[in-house]
């Protein structure tokens, strides 16, 4: 697609059930990120693929949280065992450029995430 | 490490005000830098950037220069209007980290008639 894509755009789930957040990023984008976005707060960085480096996963709030990124393409994050401090707006976005800093990210629309 | 800080919101303005959101940033070396806005129920998107000193982003009415001897880059616009209402995001990336993209906390906009 022309743009980076998540699914699904909303997900409820109960509490202590697990989640996997899905992201396609734009094609032949090397760098993707995963950020957190709670009501009314700024962006909270979780977890950040640039290539065939090892992640930076600095972000990452808890050891329930977790994320990979297959074929240096799509993304999953996934959380475990969900708390109701987990609802947020999840964002993914990319960027291309490997080794460069000069590119601008591209953002998803985000999946909101809310936990009963 | 990388960082950036803007000005806490929100900042409340009567349109055709002169608008200005501070960010300062801390970085080794020079980055780029971004300023990103979130429209009421839109997703993210870049509004202007500059990549080395002295560098003058500009886009919609709304300009930034990146001051190094500072380490700032304020955002500003002559003339707001109701439909520059949303949350504004200062941002910057590299050198280091590998790039990483690093975003200030945001700071909210509402213009009035």
């Known amino acids: 697609g022309a743009g980076v894509s998540q699914s699904p755009s909303n997900k409820v789930t109960e509490k202590g059930k697990d989640v996997e957040l899905r992201c396609d990023p734009i094609?032949?984008?090397?760098?993707l990120y995963w950020y957190r976005q709670s009501l009314g707060q700024g962006l909270e960085f979780l977890i950040y693929?640039?290539?065939?480096?090892?992640?930076?996963k600095s972000g990452l709030p808890s050891d329930r949280f977790s994320a990979e990124r297959t074929g240096g393409s799509v993304s999953t994050l996934t959380i475990q065992r969900t708390q109701q401090e987990d609802s947020a707006v999840y964002l993914c976005?990319?960027?291309?450029?490997?080794?460069?800093?000069?590119?601008?990210?591209?953002f998803g629309q985000g999946t909101r995430l809310t936990v009963v | 490490g990388n960082s950036v800080t803007q000005m806490e919101g929100p900042v409340t303005l009567s349109e055709e005000a002169f608008l200005t959101i501070n960010c300062t940033y801390t970085?080794?070396?020079?980055?780029?830098l971004f300023w990103y806005v979130q429209y009421p129920g839109e997703g993210l998107q870049l509004l202007l950037k500059a990549t080395k000193a002295d560098d003058k982003g500009s886009n919609k009415g709304f300009e930034a220069t990146y001051r190094k001897e500072t380490t700032s880059f304020h955002l500003e616009k002559g003339s707001v209007q109701v439909s520059d209402s949303a949350v504004y995001f200062c941002?910057?990336?590299?050198?280091?980290?590998?790039?990483?993209?690093?975003f200030g906390a945001g700071t909210r906009l509402a213009v009035h008639p």
């Open positions: 976005a990319s960027s291309s450029g490997q080794g460069t800093m000069n590119t601008e990210a591209f």
């Open positions: 094609s032949g984008h090397t760098a």
């Open positions: 970085a080794t070396g020079y980055p780029s």
């Open positions: 693929f640039q290539g065939n480096s090892a992640p930076d």
């Open positions: 941002a910057l990336r590299g050198p280091g980290g590998y790039n990483k993209l690093i």
